[in-house]
Structure formats: C-alpha cells, structure tokens
C-alpha cells in the first residue's frame, strides 16, 4: 500500500443549510468527484438550527447557558451576507478537508 497518496483521500460530513446545499455544493459536486474520486462528502441538509458546539463538546455548552461567554473585539467582527464553513484550525487540516475548501469556497465580493 502507498501511504503517500498523491490525492486526498477520505470522509468529510459537512452540515449546512438546504439552500447551502443547492446554490454551493450541488453546482460543484459532479467536477469535484472527477477530480477528487476517493474523498466521500456527505452533505447533512438541516435547515433547522445545529449546535455544532453541543454535538462535539457538551461540556462547553454549560458556558453558553450561563451566558460566561461574551463576543469580544465586536468592531473587527466580519459581516458577510452569505454561508461561513466552520472548521478545527489550520493547522495540520486534513487533506480531504483542505480538497473540500478549495473547491467550494466562492470568491469574496467587494460590495
């Protein structure tokens, strides 16, 4: 076996809205496959509201309840009226996960 792959390989679930789904991934997903054939990408659809912090830390949500968490440095917080990927850090991100941005990610606007 080649454990030095030259491309990605793996599982990657992304959560995201419905109509993330259609406008973001869909339009992409076919050249992505070609390009990318040993990455599976599963795409959760919930439209509804997903505590990403709850399903991966439950003890940290005790601090959200309690309201001991405060936003900090509100005047540098970016706007943006479109979907933001939320993902554990930059570094040593797995190189599926890294395919998956790339390919997906849309390019900024300056309005």
Not at 46 to 73: E, K, M, W, Y
Request: with cysteine; proline share 8%.
């Amino acid at each position: 076996m080649n454990t030095y792959r030259e491309l990605p390989q793996g599982t990657v679930r992304i959560n995201t809205p419905r109509i993330a789904a259609e406008l973001v991934f869909m339009p992409l997903l076919k050249q992505f496959t070609r390009k990318f054939p040993d990455i599976r990408l599963e795409l959760a659809t919930n439209d509804g509201f997903v505590d990403i912090i709850r399903s991966t830390h439950p003890g940290r949500c005790a601090l959200v309840g309690q309201g001991l968490l405060v936003r900090v440095l509100e005047d540098w917080s970016v706007t943006f009226p479109g979907f933001f990927l939320y993902y554990p850090g930059h570094r040593q991100l797995p190189a599926a996960l890294r395919a998956v941005i790339s390919s997906f990610r849309l390019p900024l606007s300056n309005h």
